[in-house]
């Protein structure tokens, strides 16, 4: 888990594997992220390499988050991510999670100065 900039908006970006050994972690950190000002979360999962039911139903969890706490959630999953991809649309992941296939899909708005870490 890498928190990084992505689009001008703090992201998380998830290396490796979300499975069921890796998802607390992005939980944790969406909710040090939820609890911030703001009112956009990138997840993005373009370095991702493997995704298991755990890591899905994370990301639903931190969809459920950002939308009680008013926050703008897009998930990153480039349909060039095959691995990962597979179970997302397995699931249909995309109707419950705000997926966008490429930073250009994210609306152009305003977002809070983050430098990033």
Known sequence: ???QTVA???????RGELD????AR???AADKELS???????VDLTPTTFLD???A???????RKAAAAGVSLYVLCPRTNKPVRLTVDLLDLGAYVPLVNSVAEIPAGIVRGDSGT
Not at 20 to 23: D, F, G, I, M
Not at 57 to 63: D, K
């Open 20 to 23: 069921l050994s890796t998802a």
């Open 36 to 42: 911030n000002p703001g009112s956009e979360l990138v």
């Open 57 to 63: 139903r994370t990301l639903l969890t931190v969809s």
């Open 1 to 3: 888990m890498e928190r």
């Open 8 to 14: 001008g908006r703090p992201a998380l970006t998830v």
């Open 26 to 28: 992005l939980d944790e």
């Open 53 to 55: 039911s755990s890591g």
